[in-house]
């Protein structure tokens, strides 16, 4: 990527600040935002002119980025370093034409396992499918990573539609999770899916044993009981879930990317397969926008852009996602890994040493809550980070119209805060009405200033309903691929999780006091012999 005149456009504006692009502008916020379908999309608070918007889309021509996104559409192996196809797409294409991998369309198979979805959810919902001790009043799922983020974040954000069964989910190996989990819950009439995609992750095949055991005491039954989700077919029938409630994918479905097929199995069962057929038209509203708006016009292209910007050229090493928007309390965790996980890479698809840096640290809490926790730093810190805040127009409860306007108004004027800043001068004022005066007066004020000139974007939307949902979480995705293309990097992969895993089941047996730490460094070996003498 071509980062030089990019880079001269930012040391010759420097000093130049955001709010004065709006002097000089009136229509700003018209020419520095987009939107599709119901979306805006509106980054005119961030730096960014006509001259820098140009070179920035200029990269995506050099890195051939229609070229890119056509072929992962059209299921090339574009997961060069696992051999994959990378098509998530086809869990949502609806009513699209063939998508072929090897010649082969695999429309047919997604739909099929949709539908077998759809009928399955529906008896657990209906109460046709039972447990032991009759209709299901809770769901377990067990997965982590991608089997357990997109769930969660998804069940979180749709809960007005939730009309099914109790929704749980555990992933953590940390048996407090499990247990807390298990606990209120009655083993007759739980349903467990263990969803997995590779069936081989330690965490979750520990957790599915444990639930399993628990099942088995409390005298529920197992095989009326699990449900399994997986691309390994083979491993599933090895635990002896039976083959009617096993729903496989295939391995062009990144874990993190799963949440649309299978691993939504719980979602569905929450709030049904119409929401969730919802859920998916918006995933594939967005890839439709994605393969057809020019790269001025496409949300997830200039979000990418930005991120390219603020990151790569700027050099801000970390974003927050800040939604105002409680039920997207989970949103954060999951663009994590999305984006994390994604391009989290120091090697190009070459091979060669990424020469610039990878993408940022992302991070974030949902608004108001950070207003009162973090936001001091994103205000006065030394650190500019640049700010992705979200937003709904309506709240799902019309009887507290009244927090919704006060969430609006708390989300804009963040946005307007960092961007404005408060001077010295205004800061004296302030303090001088309070009746300070001379040295006091001047140590007081500088407390009080804000630099301002701190960058954010602004997603808003009319309503979190779970087309809306669907549109925003394919807008991350392609985002991550837009990023990743820019980079040179393979978005698809995540070699950096194996060192660790290596490394775990190495010790596993040291920790368990079978094997010496001989050989391991002293800190590890220290910290070994600190919990075996503090294990009852
Ligand atoms: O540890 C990383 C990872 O491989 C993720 O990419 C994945 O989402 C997660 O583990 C869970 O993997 P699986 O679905 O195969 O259990």
New binding site residues.
Partial sequence: MQLEPLKTLAAKHSNRRILDLFETNGDRAQKFSASTGELLFDYSKTGVDDEIRSSLIRLCDEAELAERRDAMFAGEKINETEGRAVLHTALRNLDGGPVRVDGQDVMPGVLETLQRMRVFAEEVRGGTAKGAGGSFTDVVNI?????DLGPVMATHALSPYHDGPQLHYVSNVDGAHIADTLRALDPTRTLVIV????F??IE?MTNARTARAWMVDGGGDPARQFAAVSSALDKTEVFGIPSKRVFGFADWVG??YSVWGPVGLPVMIAVGSNAFDSFLRGGQAMDLHFQSAEWIENLPVMLALLGVWHRQVLGYTSRSVLPYDQRLLRLPAYFQQLEM?SNGKSVAMDGSTLTIPSGPVVWGEPGTNGQHAFYQLIHQGTDTIPCEFMVAAEGHEPELAHHHRLLLANCLAQSEALMRGRTLDEARAQMMEKGLQGDELERQARHRVFSGNRPSTTLIYPKLTPFVLGQIIALYEHRVFVEGVLLGINSFD?WG?ELG?DLATSLGPIVDGQVSADGKDSSTAELVAYALRHRD
């Fill in positions: 997965g982590i990573g991608g089997s969803a997995s995609k590779t081989t992750t979750t874990g993190r996980e995540q999780v895993k």
